[in-house]
C-alpha cells in the first residue's frame, strides 16, 4: 500500500474514515483474531465513533487516559483477556503489583489508576501492562528485571524468553495488518474486518 495513500487516510479531515484507518493500521491484530489486546492513541473525543465502528464485532475497548488532544484507548477481546489473567502464573504476578483477585473490569480500572499515577506523577510506567497486552509472562518480567536492557529480540515487544515463537507471532500480527489494510482499501468497514 502507497505511504501517501495512508498518509492521506491518516490526515483526512474526514473523521470516520480517519478512525477506522487508525484502527486498521494500530490495532489489526486484535481485529483479526490473532492477538488479544492493543493499546493505542487517538484523537480526543473520539470513544462514540470507536463504539459505533466495534459494535457486533466481539471486540472491547475501555479509555485508559483521556488528554486535551489525545485518548490512550485500550483494545481487546475480552474472553481471551479474561482467560489469560486467570492463568496462575499471571495471577500471582499481577498480585505483586496490587491486582488482586476480581472481575476484569477491576483489573481494567487498577490499570487506569495506575496509568494515570503515571502521567500525573512522572513515575514509571507500569510495566505489568505486558500482560494485559498479552506478551508473554517471561518477557515481562524479564523486561522489568532487566529495565529494558539485555533482550534477545525486539519485535511489537523486546523478546527475552522464546525467541523463535515471538517470531512466529510478529509474522502472524504482520499479516494480519497487511490483510485487514487490503480489506480495507477494498471498501470494507471495521464490522466487516474483524473476525
Known sequence: MPTETITRYLTSKK???????????????????????????????CCDRIAFHLRRTGVRFCCMRRGNERELIFLYREEWLKSYLEQEDVTAFLNRYGYTEGSLDQKLQHLREQISYFYCKSQGFPHEMGVFLG?????????????????????????????????????????????????????????????
Open 15 to 45: 473523521t470516520a474514515k480517519n478512525i477506522q484507518m487508525n484502527l486498521v493500521m494500530q490495532c489489526a491484530p486484535v481485529l483479526k483474531n490473532v492477538k488479544m489486546s492493543c493499546l493505542f492513541t487517538m484523537p480526543a473525543r
Open 135 to 195: 506478551y508473554p509472562l517471561e518477557d515481562v518480567v524479564g523486561f522489568i528485571e532487566h529495565q529494558g536492557r539485555n533482550c534477545s529480540y525486539i519485535g511489537y515487544w523486546k523478546v527475552y524468553s522464546d525467541v523463535e515463537r515471538a517470531k512466529r507471532m510478529f509474522c502472524a500480527f504482520d499479516e494480519a495488518k497487511d490483510c485487514a489494510v487490503n480489506e480495507f482499501f477494498s471498501g470494507k468497514n471495521i464490522r466487516e474486518i474483524a473476525c
